[in-house]
């Protein structure tokens, strides 16, 4: 019997993987529909008498939808703050000081917005911020001289390594691991050092050595945020703010962003600070109601993943996959980082949850295990077709969205085992 439900189950997450990569279904209905699935295949009853018996009603549904709350909670108070930054001018006036000291140098001008733009995102990021950011930088360095596809990839390398800091996404690794925060904090050099290398050395072999170049642009290079007065120089910290709080002081991820913002409103002072708050609020949890969506859907495969029944029944599939050496590691998780494209089984925003909190629940080590999920993450955030920021920059640039992705896996994969590698000495 256990046999048949152990293929039951990996029929059912390879039929839905399938369906959502050629994206006949989408992720947000496809994770409860696994999580329902795997349920009945593992025998676990949609309601009982007993209370103490887990249901899928119970357990699955009710408490998974609740499983990811830290998650929600940073993405809404994230993309808050986010609004914030935006309403009070200080996102354009970081833009444009990075643009007038760049000067008209190509080079200088791509790499002065990763750096910028990198800061921004790990204050806030999603599809709202990418299309704010994106519109004032993308026409700034088409018109510089840098190619479109070029200058799109710059945005989305920054988009990377702003969601690898960002406090807004911590907590999905501290709800999918148990991992306290200081922990996650800790080991976020190891995901994102590899990165920033590898998005500098992109950057300047594509401007500097590829000959990837233009000479203009149909596009104004202004656009009405480029012609708002800059805000007072002491109010261009505000970013960093919740960063450093969480980071070197370990405040928690919502007081600190809380602290972010009402720090922001001092140095910046709007004129109508009641208004700005509660309009940034409203707008904020707009721009990541889908985020927040597809959480709930993780939450609920993780608790069904992690019931007594489906752990008992996947036990010896989970043991024969776990890494037991630092080479193992470095080349199942490396050489198959690609599947966290196209919402594979190692994309964070769906089944790669749920995969390595079943790695970890059969004895891997669950620092391993975040920094491998981190690390393909990577891949994820900056090639994956199916982000709606990578769907948004192509359509700016007038490209295919798998034009970035031929352009970028090669060198993100690498980085990522490079970070696998510095991820062995840790935790092996």
């Known amino acids: 019997m256990n046999t048949l439900q152990v293929v039951g189950i990996l029929c059912t997450f390879g039929i839905l993987v399938a369906l959502m990569m050629m994206r006949k279904l989408p992720t947000i209905l496809a994770l409860p529909i696994m999580a329902v699935s795997i349920a009945f295949i593992a025998g676990i009853p949609f309601r009982s008498a007993n209370g103490e018996e887990f249901t899928i009603a ?165 656009s009405p945020m480029t012609q708002e007065k800059n805000v007072r120089a002491i109010a261009l910290i505000s970013p960093i703010i919740p960063v450093v709080l969480v980071f070197a002081f370990k405040v928690p991820l919502v007081p600190a962003v809380m602290t972010g913002i009402l720090l922001t409103l001092i140095l910046s002072t709007p004129k109508n600070p009641v208004q700005v708050t509660s309009s940034a609020l409203i707008e904020g949890i707009q721009d990541t109601a889908g985020a927040a969506s597809l959480m709930i859907g993780i939450g609920m495969l993780l608790n069904a993943v992690m019931a007594p029944q489906v752990a008992k029944i996947l036990q010896p599939f989970i043991n024969a996959i776990i890494p037991g050496s630092p080479v193992t590691y470095i080349l199942i998780f490396g050489l198959l980082s690609p599947l966290a494209i196209y919402r594979g089984p190692l994309n964070v925003w769906g089944l790669g949850s749920g995969l390595v909190a079943l790695l970890a629940a059969g004895g891997m080590n669950p620092v391993g295990a975040m920094l491998a999920l981190r690390l393909t993450s990577n891949v994820q955030a900056v090639c994956d077709p199916t982000n709606s920021h990578n769907v948004w920059v192509s359509d700016f640039i007038k490209t295919d969205p798998n034009e970035i992705l031929k352009k970028t896996i090669l060198w993100i994969a690498i980085s990522t085992i490079a970070g696998l590698i510095l991820a062995s000495f840790l935790v092996f």
């Open 58 to 222: 119970k357990n699955i549904l009710e408490a998974g939808s609740m499983r990811m709350s830290t998650a929600i909670a940073g993405l809404f108070f994230g993309a808050w703050f986010g609004k914030i930054l935006t309403k009070v001018g200080i996102t354009s006036t970081i833009i444009r000081k990075a643009a007038e000291l760049a000067g008209d140098k190509p080079l200088a001008i791509a790499l002065a917005f990763l750096g910028v733009a990198s800061v921004i995102f790990a204050a806030s990021n999603g599809l709202g911020m990418v299309i704010l950011v994106g519109t004032i930088i993308l026409p700034i360095m088409i018109s510089s001289g840098i190619s479109p596809i070029v200058s799109g990839i710059v945005l989305l390398l920054a988009n990377g390594i702003g969601v690898t800091f960002s406090v807004g996404t911590l907590g999905v690794y501290i709800d999918v691991l148990q991992l306290p925060l200081e922990t996650v904090t800790a080991y976020s050099w190891v995901p994102g050092l590899p990165l920033v290398l590898a998005s500098i050395f992109i950057v300047v072999y594509f401007v500097k050595y590829a000959g990837y170049t233009s000479k203009a642009w149909a596009m104004p290079t202004a």
